[in-house]
């Protein structure tokens, strides 16, 4: 099993859509969590840190589940812009500096 | 603003060179890494470093190694490149959690 697991999609969906991403790891103990952007034939760039208590930014909500072992990813009012591919990242139990990313869903926003 | 550069694009090597992948950073950060990126496996860490000629195995080393001579370069060799190594090469840097990318290296071994 992998340590991170992400649905690859493609998730295509309309303007003004709301759409999901979940993300599950394997590790129990794994201690932080984040999404990644990754536009098409760019390098990564941190998205939002996923907390405990669920946190939102504009039109992004990223929650935890730590019993389910899973994060998700929600957007809201979907925008053209928002097409690319969305990576879930954990940092394992015992590591400072290592992410363990995952494979990556992508997203495209149709007009 | 944050920079991490990488020396080339594009590169286009032959079995069995010795391939030089270079990274460089202007925030002082003390942690770099590299990392492969390749179709349904997303990104897998090579090797890593935390200070100047400090480096860690990541979880793919083989036929790979590292060089970190100063704090703001980080450099990848290929001692025998090998076509299972065609892929695109993505160094970074961190501070904290956060991981800051360069733009990438799309190697092909032919």
């Known amino acids: 099993r992998k340590e991170v697991e992400q649905d690859p999609g493609p998730f295509n969906v309309p303007e003004g859509a709301t759409v999901a991403f979940n993300c599950t790891y394997s590790?129990?103990?794994?201690?932080?969590f984040f999404w990644y952007r990754q536009d098409c034939r760019k390098e990564p760039k941190l998205l939002m840190s996923?907390?405990?208590s669920g946190n939102e930014d504009g039109r992004f909500t990223a929650q935890l589940n730590r019993a389910s072992q899973y994060i998700s990813l929600l957007i809201r009012d979907s925008k053209l812009s928002d097409s690319a591919t969305y990576l879930c990242?954990?940092?394992?139990?015992?590591?400072?500096?290592?992410?363990?990313f995952g494979s990556g869903t992508q997203l495209t926003v149709l007009p | 603003d944050v920079k991490v550069t990488q020396s080339s694009r594009y590169l286009v090597k032959r079995t069995g060179e010795k391939v030089f992948l270079e990274c460089v950073q202007d925030?002082?950060?003390?942690?770099m890494f590299w990392y492969r990126q390749d179709p349904g496996l997303g990104l897998r860490l090579i090797y890593f470093?935390?200070?100047?000629?400090?480096?860690e195995k990541g979880d793919i080393p083989e036929g790979y190694s590292v060089s970190r001579e100063k704090k703001e370069r980080f450099s990848l060799i290929l001692e025998s490149a090998s076509t299972n190594q065609t892929s695109m090469y993505l160094c970074?840097?961190?501070?904290?959690?956060?991981?800051?990318f360069g733009p990438g290296t799309r190697l092909t071994v032919l």
């Open positions: 990242v954990v940092i394992p139990s015992g590591s400072a500096r290592q992410l363990t």
């Open positions: 996923v907390y405990s």
């Open positions: 925030m002082d950060h003390e942690n």
């Open positions: 970074a840097s961190s501070v904290n959690y956060e991981q800051f």
């Open positions: 470093s935390y200070d100047v000629k400090m480096k």
């Open positions: 590790n129990s103990a794994s201690q932080s």
